[in-house]
């Protein structure tokens, strides 16, 4: 049973780029969320996809957007790159039905910006 | 005010001996979920233990347990038998809400604590 698998694991972009990470969940599960984790601190919460719909979102700006598709995988788009922007990317996944709200994280991807 | 907090940023234990990882919370949500997870250098965050706000008893999973004391809004994580594979990030971190239903899974983390097992 594959769990949660994010690509690519490594990449280095310049200021003002723009890039897209992806993040397949894990088998029978419908909802993905996204995290960033600067160095030396704990992971924050960019925003989560339902139903192909974000339904919750951190205090992110706009620079930051998603997209889920049917087969419940997502991606991450952020625009216009800054330095403050390098860090771990992970996504997390969830069953909607579970009580218990436990995530299952992938590895991450971890981006930096030049 | 931080809504998670750990204050201890490194912990070391001897191998076969237990170790408690702190852990305060803040929130006036009667109904929460707290969550500790551990993040070896691969990055990948792995689930640990759950405790309901609900829940009358304290959480256990194999060697892991959460000393859940409500009132003193604290929820530190025990590991019994300290392994070398043991050697990782911990993270405490706490869901608002209940816990069904789309939308009620963002999670706040705290800075973690690194944990070392000494031979």
């Known amino acids: 049973d594959a769990g949660v698998t994010q690509s690519p694991t490594h990449l280095i972009k310049t200021r003002g780029q723009q890039v897209t990470l992806r993040c397949s969940p894990k088998s029978g599960h419908d909802t993905v969320s996204w995290y960033q984790q600067a160095l030396g601190q704990g992971p924050q919460f960019i925003f989560q996809?339902?139903?192909?719909?974000?339904?919750q979102r951190g205090n992110f700006p706009d620079r930051f957007s998603g997209h889920q598709y049917p087969n419940y995988s997502s991606e991450l788009n952020v625009n216009a790159l800054l330095l403050g922007d390098s860090a771990l990317y992970l996504c997390?996944?969830?069953?909607?039905?579970?009580?218990?709200?436990?995530?299952?994280f992938g590895e991450g991807s971890r981006l930096t910006v030049l | 005010a931080q809504k998670i907090t750990q204050t201890q940023p490194g912990m070391f234990v001897q191998e076969k001996e237990a170790v408690t990882l702190d852990c305060t919370y803040d929130t006036s949500d009667p109904s929460y979920g707290l969550f500790w997870y551990k993040q070896p250098s691969s990055g990948e965050m792995i689930f640990l233990i759950y405790q309901g706000s609900y829940d009358q008893q304290n959480a256990t999973e194999g060697r892991y347990s959460l000393n859940f004391q409500k009132a003193r809004k604290s929820a530190n994580l025990v590991i019994s038998a300290s392994q070398l594979g043991d050697s990782a990030m911990y993270f405490c971190?706490?869901?608002?809400?209940?816990?069904?239903?789309?939308?009620?899974?963002?999670?706040?983390f705290g800075k973690g604590t690194k944990l070392s097992v000494i031979p």
């Open positions: 971190a706490m869901r608002e809400g209940p816990g069904s239903g789309a939308g009620s899974y963002q999670l706040t």
């Open positions: 996809y339902y139903e192909e719909e974000e339904r």
């Open positions: 997390a996944s969830s069953q909607t039905l579970t009580a218990a709200g436990e995530l299952f």
